[in-house]
């Protein structure tokens, strides 16, 4: 039975209880009822419920320390388009965010990598391979995407404009993003060039109180 049936129910056994009443508390609020009854009334698919439970989540985190930065990351499955869990990060330190977007990355060819290589080693021995597509690039391989940094540095401009702030408060406001470090310090390079911000030193040597001024 999923949660969405305890709304129907008058009277709740004590193990059902026991369960609402921890999720009232995870959440601090009755926020999953509202989706429970949603999803009860047809509004929203169970797929839907799962991304809605995790964003109200990921609100929870950032409502609990304006400091923190937190990063909600889907992890799916391999071989299909369905998230297999939510993974959040929450640190003072935003620079870690970026890095685990770096990190998986590197995971998710890694992982690729691993598996196809197992599955070869599956195949039956003699089994005669003509090696004609050997040099062929995999298409369904992973690979990491070459970053727009012209967008990336108008969407950092749209959020910090007018305002002068640390690296690591930069950092924060762009915490959800896909990018890496380096892409941040480019795109505040560029930035630069068009007259849009101004900072001391080269982006390459940032540090996380380095203080830019966004015209």
Same mark, same amino acid.
């Given at each position: 039975?999923?949660?969405?049936?305890?709304?129907?129910?008058?009277?709740? @056994?004590?193990?059902?209880?026991?369960?609402?009443?921890?999720? $009232? !508390?995870?959440?601090?609020?009755?926020?999953?009822? $509202?989706?429970?009854?949603?999803?009860?009334?047809?509004?929203?698919?169970?797929?839907?419920?799962?991304?809605?439970?995790?964003?109200?989540?990921?609100?929870?985190?950032?409502?609990a320390d304006n400091s923190l930065s937190a990063k909600q990351i889907p992890l799916k499955f391999? $071989?299909?388009?369905?998230?297999?869990?939510?993974?959040?990060?929450?640190?003072? $330190? =935003?620079?870690?965010?970026?890095?685990?977007?770096?990190?998986?990355?590197?995971?998710?060819?890694?992982?690729?990598?691993?598996?196809?290589? +197992?599955?070869?080693?599956?195949?039956?021995?003699?089994?005669? @391979?003509?090696?004609?597509?050997? %040099?062929?690039?995999?298409? +369904?391989?992973?690979?990491?995407?070459? =970053? %727009?940094?012209?967008?990336?540095?108008? @969407?950092?401009?749209? !959020?910090?404009?007018?305002?002068?702030?640390?690296?690591?408060?930069?950092?924060?406001?762009?915490?959800?993003? =896909?990018?890496?470090?380096?892409?941040?310090?480019?795109?505040?390079? +560029?930035?630069?060039?068009?007259?849009?911000?101004?900072? !001391?030193?080269? =982006?390459?040597?940032?540090?996380? @109180?380095?203080?830019?001024?966004?015209?």
């Amino acid at each position: 039975m999923t949660f969405d049936h305890w709304l129907s129910k008058d009277v709740l @056994n004590p193990t059902e209880q026991a369960h609402a009443t921890a999720l $009232d !508390k995870f959440y601090g609020s009755n926020v999953w009822r $509202d989706i429970a009854n949603r999803v009860k009334s047809g509004a929203i698919s169970r797929q839907q419920t799962e991304l809605l439970l995790a964003v109200a989540f990921h609100a929870i985190l950032r409502g609990a320390d304006n400091s923190l930065s937190a990063k909600q990351i889907p992890l799916k499955f391999q $071989d299909k388009e369905q998230t297999l869990y939510y993974l959040f990060l929450t640190t003072h $330190d =935003p620079t870690g965010a970026f890095t685990m977007n770096e990190i998986l990355a590197d995971a998710r060819i890694r992982e690729y990598d691993y598996r196809t290589e +197992k599955r070869q080693m599956m195949k039956q021995p003699g089994q005669l @391979n003509l090696g004609l597509f050997d %040099d062929l690039p995999d298409q +369904k391989r992973p690979t990491e995407a070459q =970053p %727009d940094i012209d967008l990336l540095a108008e @969407n950092i401009y749209n !959020k910090c404009r007018t305002r002068t702030m640390l690296f690591r408060e930069i950092l924060h406001e762009m915490v959800d993003s =896909p990018y890496f470090l380096q892409d941040i310090k480019e795109a505040l390079g +560029k930035l630069r060039e068009k007259g849009r911000a101004s900072f !001391k030193n080269a =982006p390459s040597r940032f540090s996380n @109180n380095s203080e830019v001024t966004f015209v």
